[in-house]
């Protein structure tokens, strides 16, 4: 079974080229669904397969710039990216990340930088999580109250609109965002993409997790656009990284162009899905993606309190994640061959 | 009034501008570890691709940025056409919460 495994040339390890393959096919569908990089989930998988930390994430870094590219130009196509208000945001998320990741050197040398980044991503996590379903909670509600009245909500009807506060705020220059259908403020997505852009290099990850339900719950894009969006700015943040990890000699690009094989089929898969589920079934299913995350770091936390537990969190937390990767991409593949059976059929019928 | 808001996007956007370059003037960073692909087990493309690694970052980082946004629209096109064969609607969608 020799054949089963390839010697990486720059990191000198074998690696099971298979899994590449299957990773890659995984979080191909499920950023290509959610408009993230998903180095959440790539990196451990990267370091399970062999790879040491460091290559992991400048390989995971690498193939995210592909994958984003094919998931944005599949977005693209739909009319989910808003490439105005991308321009815009990468302003913010360039200069925060650079001011994040200064932060985190001076962090590290009062030697607080574990304590910060753990808590910090995990009270930053938990509060996602609160959003998101405290808005799905309030969509519900105002579905009832409608349907109580004799009424209809409006299609694009969201719960939690702190975005028509936030674009009360009319200080010049303004900016029409035609594709997201928003008018406000150019300074409201600068400062939203700084802020993103400094927790995400504060905390070490490119940003999607954040960025995303940022654009929906700040900004007020629509679901998809959001994620269109937001993997225009991950594929250019992703090439950047791809750039600067290379240079320090830490990606694989044989790996990198493995996993962007199985990462090809898994991003058209994720982002054609989005054709076929509504906004509100996007934004449950990344809440559940940030409450798994959410239990991942918990058990990786437990040691620290619980001595002797290292081994087991850690097998919990592998399982964890890889199981959360196989049951969303299964429901995102589902629920696109359904779609898509759908509208074929339709079409057929149409003549 | 109209003075005070210019003055105000200057020092905002110069804020913007500075704080990366304040940021880096305060930041530290460690010396650069350099590791250096073992090429004697290697050979075809594997082996040049290891070379060039050694030989020169630089020239080895242009080629993965150019290599990795090539592949991705070659696959990008691919699909196209395989989706486009299948028969699903690649050009529109319902924009719609739920």
Known sequence: MDWLYILMPISGVTIFWPGLI??????????????MGGAWMVTPGLNILGFPMAFAIGTDIAHMAGKSLISTMRHGKFGNVD??????????TVGGFEVGAQMIMWLERIGSVDKVVRYGYLALLTFIAWLVFHD???RRAKDRAALASGQKVDEKA??????KTLHKIKIPPMV???VAGIYCSAWLPIFVSFLTGWLAGILGIGGGLIRMPSLIYLLGCPTHVAVGTDLFEV???????????TYKGRTELVAALIMLVGASVGAQVGSVATKYIKGYGIRIAFGTAVIGCIVSIVLKLIPDY????KATTDILAVWLVNGLVVALSAYITIRMVQGAKREIAAKKARG | MKALWKK??????????LMPMAAFAAGGGGAGIVIVADTRKLSGIMAWWSNLYNESHLYFTILTIIIIPTVGVIFGVLADIVMHFVGIDLKSRDLAEH
Do not use: C, D, P
Not at chain 1, 22 to 35: H, K, M, Q, R, T
Not at chain 1, 235 to 245: D, K, R, T, V, W
Not at chain 1, 306 to 309: F, R
């Open chain 1, 83 to 92: 490439y105005k208000l991308g321009v815009i945001m990468i302003v913010g």
């Open chain 1, 22 to 35: 299957i990773l890659g096919v995984g979080v191909g569908i499920i950023g290509g669904f959610f408009g």
């Open chain 1, 176 to 178: 029409h965002l035609n």
């Open chain 1, 235 to 245: 594929m250019i943040s992703g090439l950047y990284g791809a750039g600067s990890f």
């Open chain 1, 136 to 138: 799905v909670a309030k």
């Open chain 2, 8 to 17: 105000m996007i200057v020092a905002v956007t110069a804020m913007f501008l």
């Open chain 1, 306 to 309: 619980i001595a002797g537990t």
């Open chain 1, 158 to 163: 969201t719960g939690i609109e702190w975005h």
